[in-house]
């Protein structure tokens, strides 16, 4: 599977950006996509992640509510919906594949297989 997420860039807070991650390879091996986010000297976390046949979605409590996951299996695409952006959503988005993850597992990046180039979001005050 590879994987390749667009649609970063520079936002000012409060504003919105979708991020796309479109999927190529053996995609109907995905059990669950998710999105994971790196600051600057930060560890790497977990932000939402979709059931890839079922739409079933999962969120950090930390975006829960402003970001909104979805798929498109038509197009083999996740995307990411970022609204009411904040300084603190700075980091470089990387969107990932866990062919046999289980739901406990979902919000380890440990659990992803597969793993985009990343894309950088940055959120000015």
Not at 47 to 64: L, P
Not at 67 to 84: E, G, H, I, P
Request: contains cysteine; proline residues 2%.
């Amino acid at each position: 599977v590879q994987l390749q997420a667009s649609g970063g860039g520079l936002v000012q807070a409060g504003g919105s950006l979708r991020l796309s991650c479109l999927a190529s390879g053996r995609t109907s091996s995905s059990r669950y996509m998710g999105w994971f986010r790196q600051a600057p000297g930060r560890e790497r976390e977990f932000v939402a992640a979709i059931n890839w046949s079922g739409g079933h979605t999962y969120y950090a409590d930390s975006n829960k509510g402003r970001f909104t996951v979805s798929r498109d299996k038509a197009k083999n695409t996740m995307y990411l919906q970022m609204n009411s952006l904040k300084p603190e959503d700075t980091a470089v988005y990387y969107c990932a594949s866990a062919p046999s993850a289980i739901l406990s597992s979902i919000r380890l990046s440990g659990s992803y297989s597969y793993w985009g180039q990343g894309t950088q979001v940055t959120v000015s005050s």
